[in-house]
């Protein structure tokens, strides 16, 4: 199993930017797609943002496209999310997902292992 930690969440101001990272531990990632979810409060878990093998497809959910750019370090069993232009809109708690194929997927059921979760606040 993998275990999976999230990292650099925190409140920022709208048009603001962060960088989350996901850690992964117990078994390497290298040859797992990994994926980017998010939950609002009140909301059900959304898709944002997936990642290939090697990181040569990767997909976004539309209200992330041109802002938040995914991308994975598989010497350091470490995925990224860059998050730029932050809105209010994206306040949620973000967590990454490890599915144990070669090709990213939009589908939360589709991720078999999960990590706890970091909080993006955005917020004037």
């Known amino acids: 199993q993998v275990q999976l930690v999230e990292s650099g969440g925190g409140l920022v101001q709208p048009g603001d930017s962060l960088r989350l990272s996901c850690a992964a531990s117990?078994?390497?990632?290298?040859?797992?797609?990994m994926g980017w979810f998010r939950q609002a409060p009140g909301k059900e878990r959304e898709f944002a943002a997936a990642i290939s093998r090697y990181g040569g497809i990767t997909i976004y959910a539309d209200s992330v496209k041109g802002r938040f750019t995914i991308s994975r370090d598989n010497a350091k069993d470490t995925v990224y999310l860059q998050m730029n232009s932050l809105d209010v809109e994206d306040t949620a708690v973000y967590y990454c997902a490890c599915r144990k194929v070669l090709v990213p997927s939009m589908d939360p059921n589709d991720y078999g292992d999960w990590g706890q979760g970091t909080q993006v606040t955005v917020s004037s």
């Open positions: 117990g078994r390497t990632i290298s040859t797992y797609a």
